[in-house]
């Protein structure tokens, strides 16, 4: 059965990444790219880019987006929506900051 | 009987209680402060005043002996309460005395923290917040010495610049990059940080404190690089924290500071608390103005009204620096051209910007000229819509209602005595004149004749459209092509100025070269932070985030998402050993592809990340290191056999290949560069499409170069011959030295030769031996920082974090 309240996992230290940067999540149907601002506000995307699944979590941040890696699409990182001509939607996901730690939403991020 | 209010602390937050609570029901409570500081109440903020000289004590005091008698305040200064009865609703002192209470308010401010280094109780040591610490300042600095302020925020800045004008030699040691980085952005703290030094304080930002040094009195602060600044004062402004023992103790609810609700009651209904001790929706304020707003609701409460209650509040930050103008207030987090506006003057040493989402002002930093803080302020507050004025909203106020003007009729519309270049003081009738009598057509014209926009460039679109204008329709647009949609000013004019500026930041150049946004764009970003590694190998510190992926890991990114890996084998040559260490590689981290690349070396592909340190560990302990293959930089020097083993080979073509590998590897350069040397003019090696190519003759080395076999093929032009191996070396390197000044970011050496043209480039390398001798050197000088192991870093542990999830999350019990 899906669990539909929220279950905040403690993801660790906001330093642990590092700031325009990202790391990533691995659960047992998806990757997750957690990514930390400039000034240091947090998101959290499905790490494949919808253009051609390209890991956004090794793209350059700039202010609240991304750059893929692979061909370039800009993806937004509230929505995870290409940006531009492109059309697209990398699945974004709740997280939250709070005293100094990221804690990302599993009852969504975890299920199938 | 009168209902008895007690109060703990006599600060800023208890003293706007009463005054807002005598406003609302006067004589409604029998009143007791208790106040550790032997004194009236003042208005804190103002010690920096005090300490600087502008102020006295009296002209800050806010309700001197006369209020307390005509409100009936008892006011038992220099006593502090040590309990609290809440049993017996009364409140205990240090000395013992007792008071009871029926409504109790707790205002304990908060306590300066205390960096637990080594030394840190050393007499000599102070921290900045009460008069006591003012007057232990003034004391030290009326000896004059030395003093180092812990700690580059609002109120570190403000306690150096006192200490400066009392004739103190100052140092300020902060721990970020950048000043005050939690109120302002790089780009602001950038020049605060050099107003700042221009008042002869010196600025250490990425400093750690490791110890205070001294035996009886403080002599220095030892700082982590192995650095020790001489001091005879230490000043600690690391921040503050909630000062809530007393309420603790006393078993009211305290997380940060004392947890209130909306009406500043904490978890006893007969307590309140308010200042900076208190807690309110998880935040803890560190200024003044929330503070009138807590008074004002507790106030309330005790006055019996029924208000709306406490909703919290956003902060705008000023510094209290005479002659430095900063504002900041809200959410500056970065964004790009959508959601923020950006205005820089570079020679007036201005910056504004202000952030929008959804067309409403979310925040705003403004460095310089500061007038127009307040209409922002309160227009993020009061959520306005400023869609209507979007285009004229960073010129502030007073401009609204203008109509934002077409900018060829602005220019047209300017006096001829406006000044269009304010660096070089080139007004609007100099250029004009200059355009219709010499016949001028373009702005490099222009600029040479008058010198307008030749210094910043900050000015160049401004001449562009006064060449517009004054031409007409005669007017062609020149082929100029701006670095990027962040700035006017092309690739080469950038660079230019990095050096003559000495610009040696990210947040230097974008300010000092009026960037239209406050932190560039993925395009301009990874070549600014090229030019900066070029022109200061040593003072620059490569920023990562503005890094292509690759060369932030080191290795290529494929389509799948995973990684290869390629070895450097020196001028393609390789052994036994090598290929084994490879092969065991292969082997254990089932790399699925094996493959000669066209460099002459092994590539492995499809390498998972988390496993490339250890991959590259193992590759390390055979003697192999990272091939660059990911670089824009050397990538390989490929090789014929030559005078080794062919039957025709005139020189040791496969010597000179791996020399000149090992010369030039790890430097970063515009874009990729390879190299060839064959080692007859059969060119087996295919020297003539190499951005570099040496065919050996009999005689020596001719030396081609533009070669490219990609897109675009074009065989190699001849650029002269040496006779020695010494000297193809240095010849070599001095051409790539003299690419990386002056190429554009990206621009492969055979674009930047068909540019610069190659005769220039051959008077530069093989006429002028002097300039070439000089080029040698900067390339062996940039050398000695760059020409390390990346891999071998990394495996030693470096950026671990790039590698591993940071965390992996699996199904506890399979279903
Ligand atoms: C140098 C300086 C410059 C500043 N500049 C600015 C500025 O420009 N803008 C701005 O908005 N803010 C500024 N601030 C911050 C501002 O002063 C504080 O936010 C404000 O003073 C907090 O008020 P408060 O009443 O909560 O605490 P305080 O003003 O600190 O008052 C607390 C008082 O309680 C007393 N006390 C503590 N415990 C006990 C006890 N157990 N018994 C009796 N008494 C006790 C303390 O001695 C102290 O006097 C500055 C602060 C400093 C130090
Ligand atoms: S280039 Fe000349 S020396 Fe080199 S392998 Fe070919 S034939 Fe031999
Ligand atoms: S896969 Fe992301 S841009 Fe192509």
Redesign the interface.
Known sequence: MRNESRFW?D??SME??????A??????HR?IA?FR???D?FFALENRCPH????LS????????V?C??H?W?IDLEDGQATGADKGCARSFPVKLENGRIYLD?GMA?PA | MRKKLVVIGNGMAAGRVLDELFEKSPGAYEVTVFGEEPRVNYNRIMLSPVLSGEKSFEEIVIHDEAWYRANEVTLRRGEAVVAIDRLNRLVRTAAGAVEPYDKLVVATGSMPIVIPVPGANLPGVVTFRDLDDVDAMLKAASGGGRAVVIGGGLLGLEAAAGLAAKGMKVSVVHLMPTLMERQLDPNAGYLLQRAIETRGIDVVTSANTRSIVGDERVTGVALDDGRTLPADLVVMAVGIRPNTTLAKNSGIETKRGVVVDDFMRTSDPDIYAVGECVEHRGACYGLVAPLYDMAKVLAGDLAGEQGAGYAGSITSTKLKVTGIDLFSAGDFAEGDENDEIVLRDPSRQIYKRVVLRDNKVVGAVLYGDTQDGAWYFDMLKKGVDVAPMRDTLIFGQSYQGGSPLDPTAAVAALPDDAEICGCNGVCKGTIVQAITGGGLTTIDEVRAKTKASASCGQCTSKVETLLMATLGDQYVAGDRKPMCKCVDLTHEEVRAQIKAKELKSLPAVMQELAWKTSCGCPSCRPALNYYLICAWPYDYKDDYQSRFINERVHANIQKDGTFSVVPRMWGGLTTPDELRAIADVADRFRIPTVKVTGGQRIDLLGVKKEDLPAVWAQLNSAGLVSGFAYAKGLRTVKTCVGSDWCRFGTQDSMGLGVKLERLLCGSWTPAKVKLAVSGCPRNCAEATIKDIGIICVDSGYDIHIAGAAGLHVRATDLLGHVATEEEALEYVAAITQMYREEAAYLERLWKWVEKTGLERVRAAIMDDHENRKALYERFVISQRVARRDPWAERAAGRDAREFAPLAVLMPIAAE
């Open positions: 996992f993801l660790g642990s990444i590092p700031k325009r940067g790391r990533t999540v691995r659960t047992p990757e957690v601002t400039a000034s506000e051609k699944g390209g890991p090794e793209g350059i941040v700039h202010g609240r987006k750059a890696p692979l370039n800009i599993m975890a």
